[in-house]
């Protein structure tokens, strides 16, 4: 259950596009489609954006996509918001009913 | 709408003990697995356990395994995290999630409780 690996931070100006990558093992992301992505605010709950990889929960906004090649996973964020400024978590399923969350990457709206 | 509210944080001293509670509303709570993720100080979040829907089997994180325990009372809608032998690096905040009814992701989370681990 080795955390995934995520940049510490990314950052954008308002209406660029941001991907954040996260890096698993073949226990993990390689194995499964069950990664999902939290936006977190501080003093707030995390949110679900992106979930099984590529689905979007409703209400979110579809600037946010997902993606994922091999090991890696991505989070892409499109027409960056002053809004989406947040710590961005993604997770995966880790077999045996287990699961594995990333590092988190800070995301700056410059 | 879903709503989980935590609660039973606190202060404890190393190696004491020390029980979450969560409670469940807006949802079918017999349904669904629950899970309890942490977020320790300065830090990222923490899958900790997983409890099935009917309370039948329970995982856990290699960190807590063998000190933690995740129960639930469907007659309640409540979920419960056990805790034994706390560590400095317990220290958290800790989420409730409701659990998917397919795949592996939360999508809703509590407000958290905190739990600190100090002398």
């Known amino acids: 259950q080795s955390a995934l690996t995520q940049p510490r931070s990314v950052s954008g100006s308002p209406g660029q596009s941001v991907t954040i990558s996260c890096t698993g093992t073949?226990?993990?992301?390689?194995?499964?489609?069950?990664v999902s992505w939290y936006q977190h605010h501080p003093g707030k709950a995390p949110k679900l954006m992106i979930y099984d990889v590529t689905k979007r929960p409703s209400g979110v906004p579809d600037r946010f996509s997902g993606s994922k090649s091999g090991y890696a996973a991505s989070l892409i964020i499109s027409g960056l918001q002053a809004e989406d400024e947040a710590v961005y978590y993604c997770c995966s399923y880790a077999g045996a009913h287990t699961g594995v969350f990333g590092g988190g990457t800070k995301v700056t709206v410059l | 709408q879903v709503q989980l509210l935590e609660s039973g944080g606190g202060v404890v001293q190393p190696g004491g003990s020390l029980r979450l509670s969560c409670g469940a509303t807006g949802f079918i709570f017999s349904n669904y697995g629950m899970h309890w993720v942490r977020q320790a100080p300065g830090k990222g979040l923490e899958w900790v356990a997983f409890a099935w829907y009917d309370g039948s089997n329970a995982y856990y994180a290699d960190s807590v395994k063998g000190r933690f325990a995740v129960s639930r009372d469907n007659s309640k809608n409540t979920v419960y995290l056990q805790m034994h032998s706390l560590r400095g690096e317990d220290t958290a905040l800790y989420y409730c999630?409701?659990?998917?009814?397919?795949?592996?992701?939360?999508?809703?989370w509590g407000q958290g409780t905190l739990v600190t681990v100090s002398s």
């Open positions: 073949s226990s993990d992301i390689a194995t499964y489609n069950y």
């Open positions: 999630t409701k659990g998917s009814d397919s795949g592996w992701y939360f999508d809703s």
